[in-house]
């Protein structure tokens, strides 16, 4: 594999999947992938294969496209108010 195929939590917030704190958030809760880590080192790079994040990417879209539809009844109650 080579480098290019990997993403750091950098390119991950240049994405605009949210700030570090909200990525690592998602990876716990288990609603975003997983990184890996190369090596055993405290210090070793920790990286998202770029394949993953395109999956996520296209589970998101399909759930998107599945709902289609935007309620907005609760903001037109509140609205006229």
Same mark, same amino acid.
């Given at each position: 594999?080579?480098? +290019? +195929? ?5 390119? /991950? ?15 716990? /809760? +288990? ?25 996520? /990417?296209?589970? /998101? ?9 935007? +309620? ?10």
């Amino acid at each position: 594999m080579k480098i +290019n +195929n990997f993403l750091t939590v950098k390119d /991950l917030i240049d994405m605009g999947f949210g700030c570090r704190v909200t990525i690592w958030k998602k990876v716990k /809760l +288990n609603e975003f992938p997983a990184p890996i880590k190369f090596g055993n080192a405290v210090n070793s790079p920790i990286r998202w294969e770029k394949v993953e994040i395109d999956n996520h /990417l296209h589970q /998101l879209r399909m759930r998107s496209k599945v709902k289609q539809e935007v +309620n907005y009844e609760f903001r037109k109650q509140y609205a006229s108010k």
